[in-house]
Each structure stands twice: as structure tokens, then as C-alpha cells.
């Protein structure tokens, strides 16, 4: 599944989009710390469908996955 | 007017700089809804604050913001807008008119990027509004800002309920 | 921004309706002070209102604001507007610009009477000095408004401090 | 002594002036009474010098006197 990345996290990882295999919450997690570099001391959040997630889930595989930095709005 | 109280999804996203012109034809078209008494406009301009820069061997360089630029995950940022606006004409019902408009792109220092804008009857209604707008799109918007300094530096940008202008405090 | 802080009696009385133009010029000024981060504005706008109007054997007809025509004591008003500047700043010490215009002659419903513009480096600053602002140009300043009605009838308005608008409530 | 009025005040009196012969605030207030129709059902503050006085006190004969309807500004 491709997962949308924004602002410093598009930064560490050279893009805007990753292509990853993950069924859950958990294994997203694994993913992204194992493939982009100083994941771990990034603050973000994981947005399903546009809604921020903080429990584990199971993906069905269609979901629409964002990882988001800090917000800096206004 | 005809959008007034539409709670359809609306773009709140301008490419570059708000014009200070964009605010007075906003302001002009409300001329003709004669039932408002009040205004009130909150305005966020990006703000030439000094920090951290280049580390030396000493300490660190101190360096100036010249620019923040702005991108937002857009489809989420207009969902959670909607929902904002909806919540708004709910908890303020006199409320008329509310209009939002952020930046995306390079804003220069000095720059507006943040306009939210709200009409009522009486002026309670609208600045109660405004502040609490202001205060969920900063907290709730997926939206991103890189401050990018004089010394071609830049560094990430994120807002703390403490920070109140268009820069970290 | 030659006049920042500067507390000296300022004219704050237009004659006529504000401009929406005036409110841009007056954001537009701004963008050399990077040290602003927050602009808070509030606008009166007259309002259409219905009143009770001429008596008949039975019962008072309705009518409507048409405009209100503004007269003051200009003297103590500007000398009152001035306190109030330096008390404002004296209060939110921040805040790096307070701009006031007030209408003066008749004001159609629909336009713009009243602008109160702060700007500070952060929001809650320039927040809290409009509205403390408003509250104190309304119940100090010897201004005078006389609401015509679209039947040609009229009648003095008088502020109190549960009015919000540019209105009577 | 050349009392201002404004407003409504001004509308009863005909005029945005008036001369007055007062000592007082106390024989100001009379000399009103006396010279403008209906003056007693208007709510009025009076200013000296451009600031409200609320007591009573006695005039110079130089003072900026005016007679002030409620305010409505904004």
C-alpha cells in the first residue's frame, strides 16, 4: 500500500509517498522506522482515511494512510 | 453571500501570500447583509523571529526567519476545516459569515499567511469565534511549515498552544 | 509605521462611511514590521435593525434603520481616545500598532462605521487589546448617533454595555 | 458663560450652543432646566474641561463646558 508522508517526515525519507506491505498499525510502524532514517525521534501521527489513529488496527488495504508531522498552521 | 452558512466543503487554500486587497473584497461583499453589525479578522503574518542557527565550535550562530513555506495533506486539512466550520455555526448561531484562507507555498517574512473572518449581528458572537477557529485550525490542520532562515538554514516548524502568532514562540 | 507608539492625539474621525480600501492600506503598511505576528480587527457595521416606530390609534408600525448619522465632542473625544491608547499600551506592552477610525455624518446601513486594528507579536495580545479596546471607545467617547429610519422618522441611539453591534439592542 | 450641547440635547435646545449665566453646576443645571423644553426626561452628563463631572462645584467663567446625551459610539 502507498502511505502519504508530509513535511519533515517527506524530508528524512526523499519523498512524498512510500510503497510498503503492512497489516496493521504495528507493522506500519516497524516499517517506516526500518526504512527511514531517524524515524524514531520524529514526533508524527498516522492518519486512516484522513482521521487521526492512535490505537493498533488491522488494514484492509484500501485505506488512505498519511504519516504527519507536527502541524505548523497559522 | 450566496456561500453564507454553506457547510459544504470549502477550499481555504491560497497559493502564496494573502493580498491585503483579497481581506477588503471580503470585507466589501458583505456590504449588502445588512443584519451584521459586527466584523472581527484575525490575521497571521510571518514573523522575522531570531534562533539557533549554525553550530560553531562555540555555540550556536543565531539566525533570522526570512520565509516559512507551507504544505498541508489537503483533503484532510478541508475534512477537519468542514467540520470546524460546522461546529462553529453551531456553538455561535448569530454567526453569519465565516471565511478562512491559510497560505501554501513561500510566505517572506512581513507576509499575511492566515486569514479567518467572521460577521454576526453583535461583536461577542464573532470574536468569540475567531479565537476558537484560530485555535483548532492551528491544533487540528494538517498543515506544515518549514522556516527557512537568511542563511539558507531551515528547520521544522510546530505550533504549541502556547505559540500564539504565525511563528513558534 | 513612523507613528508606532506614539502618543500623541491622533485624529480618529472619518467623515463618512470607512473604506474597505482604508482597512487594506492600513494591512498593507504593516508588512515592513517583521517583528508582528497577529493582526486582530474589529468593524462596525450599521445595521438595518427594526424599531418600533410611529404611534397610530392602535399600536406602534414598524420601521427600519436607514443609517445613523454620527456628531461628536471632538476635543474630548480625541483627548479620551488618547488615555485609552496609552492605557492599552501600557497593558499589553506588545502590542506594536493601535489604529482607531470612527465615522462621523450619516452612515448607510450596511457600511462601515467603526475600525479598531491591533497588531502584536503574538495574538492573544492584540486579541484582548481590541476588545478592551472597543468596549472603552464605546462607553467614553462622546459620540453621538442619531438613527434615521427608512420612513424618514428618527431617534438618538444610546449605547450600553449588553449592545454589541452598532446598534441599539 | 457659552455652554456646548450635542445631540439629542442640542436638537431640544435648537442649537449647539447656549449662553448661560451659571456660578455652579448646581445653578447650570437649573439655568437648563429653565431654558430647554422636556430637559428633565433627557439623561445628560455634564463635562468641564472635556472631563464629566459628577459633583457639584463652582465655575471660573473660563471653563469648556458642554452638556453630553449618551454616548453611542462604535
Known sequence: MRVLLFGVIAEKAGSESIEVNATSMASLRETLRSRIDGFDALSYAIAVNRRIVKDDMTFAGSEEIAVLPPFAGG | ?169
Chains 1, 4 share one sequence.
Open chain 2, 1 to 169: 453571500m450566496s456561500e453564507t452558512k454553506a457547510h459544504k466543503v470549502k477550499d481555504i487554500f491560497v497559493e502564496g501570500p494573502i493580498p491585503p486587497n483579497l481581506i477588503a473584497t471580503s470585507i466589501a461583499k458583505h456590504a449588502t447583509r445588512t443584519d451584521i453589525g459586527a466584523h472581527e479578522i484575525f490575521l497571521g503574518q510571518v514573523r522575522a523571529d531570531v534562533r539557533d542557527g549554525r553550530l560553531t565550535a562555540d555555540n550556536r550562530l543565531p539566525t533570522t526567519v526570512a520565509a516559512i513555506e507551507y504544505t498541508t495533506y489537503r483533503d484532510m486539512a478541508l475534512e477537519r476545516m468542514t467540520s470546524i466550520r460546522e461546529e462553529a455555526f453551531t456553538r455561535w448561531p448569530s454567526m453569519t459569515c465565516l471565511h478562512v484562507h491559510h497560505s501554501l507555498g513561500t510566505i517572506k517574512a512581513g507576509e499575511l499567511c492566515f486569514m479567518v473572518f467572521a460577521s454576526a449581528p453583535h461583536r461577542q458572537g464573532a470574536r468569540e469565534a475567531v479565537a476558537w477557529v484560530v485555535d483548532r485550525i492551528k491544533t487540528e490542520l494538517p498543515i506544515f511549515g518549514k522556516e527557512i532562515y537568511i542563511d539558507d538554514t531551515h528547520q521544522w516548524k510546530h505550533n504549541d498552544l502556547r505559540d500564539s502568532g504565525s511563528s513558534p514562540a
